[in-house]
C-alpha cells in the first residue's frame, strides 16, 4: 500500500497532536508526583506531631497522677492533724478544768496566806527561796 502525501500529512498531524498529549499528560503526571510528595511530607508531620502529642499526654497523665497521690496525702495528713488537735483540744479542757477544780478547792483558799507569805519571804532575798 502507498502512503500518499494527503496520508503522509494526516499522520504527521496525528503524531504531533499525540505527542502534544503525551506532553500534557507527562506534566500532569510531574504535578500530580510532586503534590503526592508534599502531601506524603504534610503526613509525616502530623504523624510526628500526633506522636509529640502522644508522648506529652503520657508525661500529663503521670503527672495528674503524681498529683493525685499527693493530694491523697495531704488528706490522710491533714485528717491526722485534726484528730492531733482534737485531743490536744480535749485535753486542754480537761486541764482547764482541773485547774478549775484546785483553784477553788477549800486546801487551795486555806494555803493561800502561806504562799503570800513563801512569796514575799522570795522577793525579800532577791528572787530566792
Same mark, same amino acid.
Given at each position: 500500500? /502507498?502512503?500518499?502525501?494527503? %496520508? %503522509? !500529512? #494526516?499522520? *504527521?498531524? $496525528?503524531?504531533?497532536?499525540?505527542? &502534544?498529549?503525551?506532553?500534557? +499528560?507527562?506534566?500532569?503526571l ?6 503526592? $510528595? ?6 509525616? *508531620? ?10 506529652e =499526654?503520657?508525661?500529663?497523665?503521670? /503527672? +495528674?497522677? +503524681? =498529683?493525685?497521690a %499527693?493530694?491523697? *496525702? ?12 482534737? &485531743?490536744? *483540744?480535749?485535753?486542754?479542757? &480537761? ?21 503570800? #507569805?513563801?512569796?514575799? =519571804? +522570795?522577793? !525579800? $532575798? #532577791?528572787?530566792?527561796?
Amino acid at each position: 500500500m /502507498a502512503v500518499t502525501p494527503e %496520508d %503522509d !500529512g #494526516g499522520r *504527521e498531524r $496525528r503524531l504531533a497532536a499525540l505527542k &502534544e498529549e503525551i506532553a500534557a +499528560r507527562t506534566g500532569e503526571l510531574e504535578a500530580s508526583e510532586t503534590k503526592r $510528595r508534599e502531601l506524603e511530607a504534610e503526613l509525616a *508531620e502530623a504523624q510526628a506531631g500526633r506522636l509529640r502529642a502522644e508522648s506529652e =499526654l503520657r508525661v500529663a497523665r503521670a /503527672a +495528674r497522677l +503524681r =498529683l493525685e497521690a %499527693d493530694i491523697a *496525702e495531704a488528706r490522710a495528713e491533714a485528717e491526722r492533724l485534726g484528730a492531733a488537735l482534737a &485531743e490536744a *483540744e480535749a485535753a486542754r479542757g &480537761e486541764l482547764t478544768a482541773r485547774i478549775a477544780e484546785v483553784l477553788a478547792s477549800t486546801s487551795w483558799r486555806l494555803t493561800a496566806p502561806l504562799r503570800q #507569805g513563801v512569796e514575799r =519571804l +522570795r522577793r !525579800g $532575798r #532577791g528572787g530566792r527561796a
